[in-house]
Each structure stands twice: as structure tokens, then as C-alpha cells.
């Protein structure tokens, strides 16, 4: 009797899992699979990216989504959604986006699979509810374009071809690994760190990132002396857990990984300050760039009080010739004083090496391909301004 019941449970189980739960094309499921399901319309949340929300079905083709935080206020307005549905024959779908916190801030981008392209919202007045309409078939909407850790992996794949040695910092607190980069030669006096998706949603930085770092495996490939002189730590995915749970903001530990720094209480960031410790006595640091996303394009840099003649020369050789210089890419040069123990990587790597840190804040919506072409560019440009710094060092 018992092994009957079993048998039938079985069947059941795997009939309901290949009609309901199809296998997804993304990565892995993070969280078990659950949404909302009528008979003509199925709504997941079952691929890497996906945050578990809650839905709520109003009618046979229309639902709402909860767009919720992983903590409670306050949180940077960063409000990240991402779902995929299968829509069979009829009229197209209405998904409505509620904001328990912040307002509408991203447009959705959808993809099938082989067509992306960016959805058109009407959005309520006050903000709060962003409701767009879903044509029939399988897709998937999220508020930026989805970049997975298997995204991540590809990238670091190809500089590992490139050169680069791949190496595991520290695990997070779900166990996957904070991985890293270095580029150059282990004997290199000088110490260039690279730091990428400490804050999730933050897409096209991480785009940016991956044009830069793949510019600069280019260049020292190409030339052998700038391998021999510097060194570099590339970290790009340094909050995987936020990633691949779908997070606004924060690590899986509920702490803004850009305010950990000097505190060092989580493992993503403890991890780089212990490869820091270990590593930078014999390359010096000389600089650091954190690569994130915000409104526009632009850099935040380190106030005038706060910078002595080779920082400034640094900045100018960077930015200065390129400032009004990119095409499609406009951006500016933000100079903040540091505040002092606020926890920021830019703020941390100044105080603690004094060394010219900057956020490379690229804008949520540039142009990707601009985006990618101008991270060229910067890249260029700041191996130039490396050396330059490198050699009024000597004299
Ligand atoms: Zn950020």
C-alpha cells in the first residue's frame, strides 16, 4: 500500500513538474519556484536575478507584482524586479509593478531569447505603480538587463585566456566564491585595484567594467613592459549572493557591501582587504576604481583639498582630455571630500594608501554600446596616466 502511494506521488510529482515548472533557459533557480499561474498565463521567479515576489492574480491575463526591498528602509532607491511568463494565444498581458518602497526607476527591458528590446510603462501619479502591457508568448522582464553570475563567468573565462590568473578571495554567505583576477606580473612594484557589482541592479557599470578589463588584457598583452610595471586586481563580482538573489542593495547579510569598507564585517570585503594585506607590500596600490551605476554618467573623485600635485596630474591625464571628448558618452567629474569612515571602497582606498579611488558611475539607461565604447577609451587613457604617475614618481 505505502509503495503504491509512493508510486503515485512520484508520477504526480514529475507530471507536475514538466507541465508547470518547464526547465528555464537562465541559470539555475535561487529561490523554489512559485508565482502566479491562471489557465491561460504563468508568471515565474525561478531563474538567477529573480527576486521571490509576491503575486497576486486579478483576472485571467492581468496580475500584480510587489516590488519589495530584502530590508527595510532605508535602502537606495534601486528598485530591481525580474520575472519570466508564458502567455498562450489571446490578448496581450497587463503586469502591474507596485513599489512597497521607492518609485519606478527602471525600464523594463524583455527578452525571448533571440529579440531584447525595453518596454514602454504607463506609470500611476504618484509613482508607485508601473503597469505594462506583455505580448503572448515566453519571455522574461527585468528591470535592467539580466548579468548572471554565469555573465560574470563567461567574462572572467576570457581574460583567463587572455592572461589573467582566476583565483577565489573568500566565499559569501551563501558559499559562492568572491572570485578575482590578476593580471600582470606577480613582481610588479605597482598595484592597480579593479572592483565591480557591489550593488546589484547596477547593469551598466557592470558593462562598462567588462569593456575596461577587457581593454586592459588587450593592452598589457600587447605590450610586455606595462604587464612588468603594474599589476592588477580585478574583483568584478564582488556581491554574488545580492546578484543572484535579485537584491536592491545589499549583500545577503542585509549590509551595503559600499559602506563595509574600514568595518570589514561581511566576507565579500573582508576577502579583498585580506588579499590586500597579504599582496600589497610588495606592489603598492596606485589606484582604484569602482565601477557602479546612477542617474548619469559621471565620476565621483576625491575633493581638491584632499588630493597633493600627483593625484591631480593623475585626474587630468585620465579625464581631463576626455571630458566632452566621447561620442554619445557625456559625463562629469564630481569631486566629494571623503567622509571620513563612511565606508566606501573610494573613500577607504584614499585614506588607507593614498591613492587617486574613484566611482565610475555609469548611467542607468546610457547607450550599452557607448557605454562600452567610452569604457575603452577610459581605459586607454588611464594606463596612460598610470605611467605618467609611475614616472614623475621616479624623479
Ligand atoms: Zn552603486
Known amino acids: ?62 496580475f500584480t507584482l510587489l516590488v519589495a526591498p530584502e530590508h527595510a528602509p532605508p535602502i537606495n532607491p534601486s528598485p530591481w524586479y525580474a520575472f519570466r511568463y508564458e502567455a498562450g494565444q489571446g490578448a496581450p498581458v497587463t503586469v502591474h509593478l507596485d513599489y512597497l518602497v521607492g518609485d519606478h526607476r527602471y525600464a523594463p527591458k524583455w527578452s525571448d531569447g533571440s529579440t531584447d528590446r525595453q518596454l514602454e510603462v504607463e506609470l500611476s501619479q504618484d509613482g508607485k505603480r508601473a503597469s505594462l502591457v506583455l505580448p503572448v508568448g515566453n519571455a522574461r522582464v527585468s528591470a535592467q538587463e539580466v548579468l548572471d553570475t554565469r ?10 585566456s587572455g592572461g589573467a590568473k582566476r583565483t577565489v578571495l573568500g566565499r559569501s554567505l551563501d558559499g559562492r566564491p568572491v572570485e578575482a583576477l590578476t593580471l600582470g606580473s606577480e613582481s610588479a612594484g605597482r598595484l592597480v585595484v579593479l572592483l565591480g557589482r557591489q550593488h546589484p541592479p547596477e547593469v551598466s557599470g557592470a558593462v562598462a567594467m567588462e569593456a575596461f578589463v577587457n581593454r586592459i588584457v588587450e593592452r598589457l598583452a600587447e605590450d610586455p613592459g606595462l604587464a612588468e610595471r603594474h599589476r592588477f586586481l580585478v574583483v568584478p563580482l564582488l556581491n554574488p549572493d545580492g546578484v543572484a538573489r535579485g537584491h536592491w542593495r545589499a549583500n545577503r547579510g542585509g549590509r551595503d557591501l559600499n559602506r563595509d569598507w574600514g568595518i570589514f564585517s561581511q566576507p565579500e570585503t573582508a576577502a579583498v582587504k585580506r588579499w590586500l594585506d597579504i599582496n600589497s607590500s610588495r606592489a603598492a596600490p596606485m589606484a582604484m576604481v569602482d565601477f557602479h551605476s546612477t542617474r548619469s554618467n559621471l565620476f565621483y573623485v576625491q575633493g581638491e583639498e584632499e588630493t597633493g600635485p600627483l593625484e591631480e596630474a593623475f585626474l587630468k591625464g585620465w579625464l581631463g582630455d576626455l571630458e566632452g571628448a566621447l561620442e554619445g558618452y557625456d559625463f562629469t567629474i564630481e569631486r566629494r571630500n571623503a567622509n571620513p569612515g563612511s565606508g566606501t571602497s573610494k573613500n577607504w582606498f584614499h585614506e588607507t594608501y593614498d591613492i587617486p579611488a574613484y566611482t565610475y558611475e555609469v548611467g542607468d539607461e546610457t547607450d550599452r554600446a557607448a557605454t562600452r565604447a567610452a569604457a575603452r577609451r577610459f581605459a586607454d587613457g588611464f594606463l596612460a596616466a598610470l605611467d605618467t604617475m609611475a614616472t614623475s614618481d621616479a624623479n
Open 151 to 160: 555573465w560574470h563567468g563567461r567574462a572572467m573565462d576570457r581574460w583567463q
Open 1 to 62: 500500500m505505502k509503495m503504491r502511494h509512493l508510486i503515485i506521488w512520484v508520477a504526480l510529482a514529475t507530471g507536475a513538474c514538466s507541465t508547470s515548472v518547464p526547465p528555464s533557459v537562465h541559470s539555475g533557480p535561487v529561490a523554489a519556484a512559485s508565482g502566479c499561474a491562471t489557465p491561460a498565463v504563468r508568471i515565474y521567479f525561478d531563474f538567477e536575478g529573480a527576486p521571490l515576489s509576491r503575486c497576486v492574480i486579478n483576472g485571467e491575463r492581468e
